[in-house]
């Protein structure tokens, strides 16, 4: 079996049995996941039916078990929506009922005192606001580092440096050697249409969406307590601000096309930009000066929901544009794939992963750039977590 996916790592602890070992295969030198925003949602916004909000509601009726079990740092902060002129206040009833036919009931529209109660440094212009006390902060590269370690634990193998770059009747041809396998599940992100096309599979284009971040030190914690959302466009969902899980105030991410699939670099006027917004909408955080920003790059692509596809005669799972919650939905996509192994693949999964997870020590080395896991040294790659683990704050 064939993996190449953050999301689907799980998928390996779902299907692992002693004879059918998994193989997780990652052209970067070192493990790590795009997701930049580290944020669990709810899945209130996800489009009605779709694939997407399927995933997400799944994953939500498991995964605070796997992250109390891995020990994974998360706060459930909640989120609030606040519309800022009339034309947006219109369509929060829509958003709320949208949320009640998703099964998400404890949405509601609030009143400006309790906006202002909770957030008391808020912009006081707001003239409505939808409370979502589902939302959380959680550190998302901890998670998928985690997922990816009990399935090393479990006996699967990770290969890194590894470039796929042919298939050939079922083998595909990697940088490190042929890979004979039973089903290949493609998870490449932002070049999941190239991987397609190796098996003769074109569905879909991936269209680069690129997001950056502004980030605020420490100090400026105290400023916010929920994550707070603008109303959503049909385009995005707009640009958040919240606190890291870490504690850094971030104003994130951005939602522009982009013809990149490496991570392109931060955009100085877009960092301003978001400074301004953060500051617009926080007035006291003028006085914090921003202490970095990163950027992260999401595989879009012409459809709105996920492509998941199977093409049994090929043996082929393709989990392509998992747009921007991918770490929210993980546990329901690889739910999906699962039974997918099953009813299209014929593979039948031996053992449950919950019956088996192993217990997760984790430490973040001296060095503040690496964590360990159960010995296993792996460095940090995700700016949240670095800038988390980094005293900054801005000097004014
Ligand atoms: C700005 C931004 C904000 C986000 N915010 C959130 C959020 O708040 N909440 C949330 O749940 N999710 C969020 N996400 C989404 C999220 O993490 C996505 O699901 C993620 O970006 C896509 O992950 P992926 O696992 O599909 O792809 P990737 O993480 O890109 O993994 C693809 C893998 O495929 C490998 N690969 C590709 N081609 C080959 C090849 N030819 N050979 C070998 N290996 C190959 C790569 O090495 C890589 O390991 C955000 C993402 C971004 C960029």
Not at 3 to 17: A, D, I, M, P, R
């Amino acid at each position: 079996m064939q993996q190449s996916l953050v999301e689907v790592w799980w998928v390996v602890l779902l299907c692992l049995n002693s004879a059918d070992k998994a193989i997780l295969v990652s052209y970067w030198r070192e493990l790590r996941t795009l997701c930049q925003k580290p944020v669990q949602e709810t899945g209130f916004d996800a489009p009605l039916h779709s694939l997407e909000q399927h995933c997400i509601k799944t994953s939500q009726k498991t995964v605070f078990d796997i992250i109390n079990k891995f020990n994974i740092p998360y706060r459930k902060c909640g989120a609030t929506l606040v519309a800022w002129t009339e034309e947006e206040n219109k369509k929060l009833p829509d958003l709320r009922q949208q949320s009640l036919e998703a099964d998400i009931h404890d949405v509601n529209l609030m009143s400006l005192t309790d906006l202002h109660k909770s957030e008391p440094y808020l912009r006081k212009e707001a003239v409505g606001a939808l409370n979502i006390p589902g939302e959380c902060v959680i550190d998302s590269y901890l998670l998928g580092l985690s997922y990816a370690h009990q399935a090393r634990m479990l006996g699967s193998k990770i290969c890194t440096s590894c470039e796929v770059s042919e298939m050939s009747q079922g083998t595909l041809i990697t940088s490190l050697g042929p890979i004979h396998c039973k089903v290949t599940i493609n998870c490449a992100g932002l070049y999941g249409d190239i991987v397609d096309q190796l098996a003769g599979i074109d569905t879909f284009r991936i269209y680069p969406r690129k997001g950056q971040y502004c980030v605020f030190g420490k100090n400026a914690s105290p400023l916010l307590n929920s994550i707070i959302f603008p109303v959503p466009t049909e385009k995005s969902k707009g640009i958040a601000l919240f606190n890291s899980v870490y504690n850094n105030v971030m104003m994130g991410p951005t939602a522009q096309d982009s013809s990149e699939l490496s991570r392109p670099a931060s955009d100085p006027k877009v960092h301003w930009m978001l400074t301004q917004k953060a500051q617009w909408l926080i007035p006291d955080l003028a006085t914090f000066l921003p202490v970095g920003h990163y950027v992260g790059v999401r595989p879009a692509t012409q459809f709105k929901d996920y492509q998941i596809r199977t093409y049994p005669h090929k043996r082929w799972i393709t989990v392509g544009g998992i747009r921007s919650t991918g770490v929210s939905g993980s546990l329901g996509i690889a739910q999906y794939v699962c039974e997918r192994l099953q009813s299209d693949i014929g593979l039948e999964p031996e053992r449950g992963a919950t019956n088996h997870l192993l217990d997760m020590a984790w430490s973040f080395g001296e060095d503040k750039t690496s964590v360990t896991l159960n010995g296993y040294h792996y460095p940090i790659l995700h700016p949240m977590v670095l800038y988390g683990q980094d005293s900054m704050t801005s000097k004014l």
